[in-house]
């Protein structure tokens, strides 16, 4: 199995792993679903807003392919992790969410446990 990107575009394949809730947060899937061209098409006219903003999908790392990636590693993470720590914030990742990727994970194998315990609050657009 490739390595696979936690915050990619809905698209039919993509791996649904969970929905943006109200307070930003993501509440992850449990099973592995995968989206089916039904659930692009429906996902994509509801509302005005993107599906990315709605729910979180995961698909292959394109690596150099992606405008993320900054020649060796995923840049999203790293960008995540420095932005907490110099907020303060230090995730406890003793605990951590389910997810239905991890092993398979880019930002799991790219910065471990400390990757999963800031994840759900990781969406992939913002914009409405």
């Known amino acids: 199995m490739s390595i696979l990107c936690p915050s990619s575009p809905c698209k039919e394949g993509a791996v649904l792993l969970g929905i943006v809730l109200a307070d930003g947060s993501v ?69 951590l969410p389910a997810c239905s990727i991890r092993q398979d994970c880019r930002w799991f194998q790219q910065t471990g446990a400390a990757a999963c315990a800031v994840c759900d609050i990781v969406v992939t657009e913002t914009r409405a």
């Not at 089916?36 to 698909?59: C, L, Y």
């Not at 990636?69 to 990742?93: E, H, K, L």
Request: hydrophobic share 30%.
């Open 27 to 95: 509440a992850f899937a449990t099973d592995r679903i995968v989206v089916d061209k039904g659930f692009v098409q429906n996902a994509t006219r509801e509302g005005n807003n993107p599906p990315e903003t709605r729910f979180r999908f995961s698909s292959p790392c394109a690596q150099g392919a992606c405008r993320q990636w900054n020649g060796s590693r995923c840049g999203v993470i790293d960008s995540v992790m420095t932005d907490i720590q110099n907020a303060g914030y230090r995730p406890d990742d003793a605990i």
